[in-house]
């Protein structure tokens, strides 16, 4: 019995300070993912040892080291949760002229609920549509957008990166990028709210897992990227971020970038708002949308499930004048 306490309390600390390291492999940085996991063990397995661990020196260790990891969770978690700082200001009040209703989603490929993405459409009816994972089938069964969507991009691909934005708003700049490779685009529009020029970026980083990434260097790279980018289109009023991130917002890698750009997160303070896997009763927050500073927010919303692995995300900004 001891014996096994012990051996899950090295695990969960070494599951714990694993990210801390320098390496890239997905194993380590996938660590970092189950913060809130960890935390949860951790403080289990303290429980655990003051009850059932005699008082010696292996258990104080333990003991110790588990108090460590649990200080290194809260590090990361607690600024989205309540006892967080708000980044980004709620709205007192807004109207359709001044907010920019966005949704962004990713589909997964093999899903075929096309309908229910065009019925939450209809439902939620934003301003700019990201989607991620989108196929030939997916362009084809959303047809239909391009009637009330007039301005679009997309990059359709059978790879799972390939992506479609749609606009109710001119685009005064749009097009794809490529900012790590050719076969991972990405989507970039420049529209006018309220009289505001505000630059979206839209990405999807390749996941460091099995069979896709054996490390996170693909995706650290297109963060940095991406903020090297937005931080050159100095001329921009406002900058948002959007899309399926493959990453936490308290990784090594979106830190980073949020401290290059200065962007806020608009979860902090508020909540874990977590998005994938939906079939999973452990989820994480992997679909992301960080935002310039003078936004406000008037809504930050993870839809119900229609048939993909991610959860939609529905975010409307207050843009000031």
């Known amino acids: 019995m001891i014996f096994v306490l012990y051996t899950i309390s090295i695990l969960a600390i070494i599951g714990t300070f694993l990210p801390k390291f320098d390496i890239e492999h997905w194993i380590v940085r996938g660590q970092a993912y189950f913060r809130g996991v960890y935390l949860g063990l951790n403080v289990l397995m303290i429980i655990l040892l003051l009850v059932f661990a005699g008082a010696t020196l292996w258990t104080f260790i333990m003991i110790a080291g588990l108090i460590a990891a649990v200080i290194v969770c809260l590090q990361s978690i607690l600024p989205f949760t309540s006892l967080g700082k708000i980044q980004v200001p709620s ?3 807004s109207s359709t002229e001044n907010t920019l209703n966005l949704l962004i ?43 009330k969507y007039n301005f679009h991009l997309n990059d359709v691909r059978e790879n799972t990166y390939g992506l479609m934005l749609y606009s109710k708003l001119e685009l005064l700049e749009g097009g794809i990028n490529y900012l790590v490779k050719q076969e991972i685009p990405s989507a970039e529009i420049l529209i006018k709210k309220n009289n505001v020029m505000v630059r979206i970026l839209g990405i999807h980083p390749k996941p460091p897992v099995l069979g896709e990434a054996e490390t996170s260097r693909s995706k650290d790279r297109e963060l940095i990227q991406a903020a090297r980018y937005l931080n050159a289109q100095v001329e921009d009023d406002h900058q948002i971020l959007i899309g399926d991130l493959n990453d936490v917002a308290w990784s090594r890698a979106s830190l980073a970038f949020k401290k290059m750009t200065g962007m806020k997160d608009p979860r902090a303070g508020r909540g874990f708002y977590p998005t994938f896997p939906t079939w999973s009763p452990i989820k994480i927050p992997l679909d992301h949308v960080f935002c310039s500073s003078g936004l406000e927010l008037v809504d930050f919303k993870v839809l119900e499930n229609i048939g993909s692995d991610h959860f939609p995300v529905n975010v409307i900004f207050k843009i000031p004048e």
């Open 91 to 93: 709205a007192k009040e």
């Open 105 to 147: 989603y990713n589909v997964y490929q093999y899903n075929t609920e096309y309908q229910k993405l065009l019925d939450l459409v209809e439902e939620v009816e934003p301003d700019i549509i990201f989607l991620i994972e989108t196929s030939v089938d997916w362009a084809k069964g959303l047809s239909s957008l391009k009637e």
